[in-house]
Structures are given as structure tokens and as C-alpha cells.
């Protein structure tokens, strides 16, 4: 199974950290998000990585070449046009030949999850999304029945989004951790336009398709995207 680490968000809650680098960079236990998160991967067994690029692309391009991490890196540049998940999802496409599973990792998340875990639920289900979901306060929720996509729904403004409408009102609501795993017919599933989310792909294709939860009770999950979250990341690892 090949990876991709989603790093081409220009970080923007976190402005003080970010002004000058990309938040793939900012650090945490004196180390930077990304090498969290390709050091994970590794442990994990992947052997070949992807990373998107925006944000101070030529930071993490080099930050990437200048450091060993024993395993094979690809750089997918978005940096004439920052393409969203799902766009960045499919201008990598080329990078995931053949039909292994693709793991894909937001940059800002610190995790002790056993991705193996999640790797054979997804492969035993045969689903073509397994979306990693924990129980946590947000406003924003995706809501699952027997852990099939059913939906998404914005508390705070009351927009929903509806896979199965059969499905979608006594539906468990869960928040997503930013760790999913497709296979690879999903490029071929893959909208024309440029940028768009993948998010928004799933709850499409939930309405024909196999997407899955994998239920998350990790007791290590953090979004450093957040101030309050970095500083509470960076004392867990100080």
C-alpha cells in the first residue's frame, strides 16, 4: 500500500506559525508535523509516499530532499493552483499505478491509530472508501448506519448533505480524523473539474457505493491545525 500526506493547506489558523513557513513544518516535540507523519507511515509499512505542495512549496520540497527517511518520496506541486483534497487526490493519481490501496494522511494530525487496523477492516469489507471517524464535539458530522455513508450535516447552519435518505435521519453521527484509505477505481469515479473535495466525492459516491467508517478510539488523536491544539500537542510531546 502506497500514502499520501495532504501538506498543501496554507495553514491560516495557525497565521503566527505559518507567515514565514508551510504548516507541514511547524514543530512539535522538536520535530516537524511532517516528519510525524511520514515516520507513522513508515511504521505502518508503507514504502512509498506522496506529498502535495502549496504553501511554501520550495520549504517542504527541500526539507523532503534533505532528509533520509529510508523510503521512496514523491512531490505532487500544486503550487500554480491549490486543488482542494480531492483535487490533490487526483492530480497525484499518477503516483498510484496498479491496484493497491492508497492510505491518505492529513499533515496536522498526531495519531497513535493502528493504521493495520484500519488498513484490514477496509480490505476485509471491500469498500471503496474506509473513512477513519471518531466520537467528538464539531459542528460539522458525517453520519454513518451500520458504518455506511449516509450523509453530512453542519450543526451550526443546519446544511445537510444526503447519501440515503432511508438511511440519513437515525444515522450515528461522528466526526472525521483526517485518515481515510481508497482504492484506486476511485480516479476513475473522479469528477472533470480541477479542485473539489473529496468529502463531497464520498458522500456522492456513498449513494452507490461501499464507503465505510472505521471507528477511531485511539486515546491519542489531536488536530494541531488549531492553536490550542498545538500548544496542547506540543506539551503531550515535550
Known sequence: MKAMVFAAGLGTRLKDETSLKPKALVEVGGKPLLFHAIEKLKKSGIAEIVINVHHFADQVIQYVNSTDF???????????LLLDTGGGLKKAARFFSG?????????DILSNIDLNQVKKQHLETGALATLTVRKRATQRYL?????????????KT????ISLPELFVNAEEMAFSGIHIVQPEIFRL??????FSIIDLYLELAKTRKIMAFYDDSDLWIDVGKPEELEAARKIFS
Open 143 to 155: 453520519k454513518f448506519s451500520d458504518k455506511q455513508l449516509a450523509g453530512w450535516i453542519n450543526k
Open 190 to 195: 473522479m469528477p472533470e473539474n480541477e479542485r
Open 70 to 80: 529510508g523510503i521512496k518520496i514523491h512531490i505532487s506541486d500544486e503550487r500554480d
Open 158 to 161: 443546519g446544511e445537510t448533505k
Open 99 to 107: 491496484d493497491d490501496s492508497v492510505l491518505i494522511y492529513n499533515v
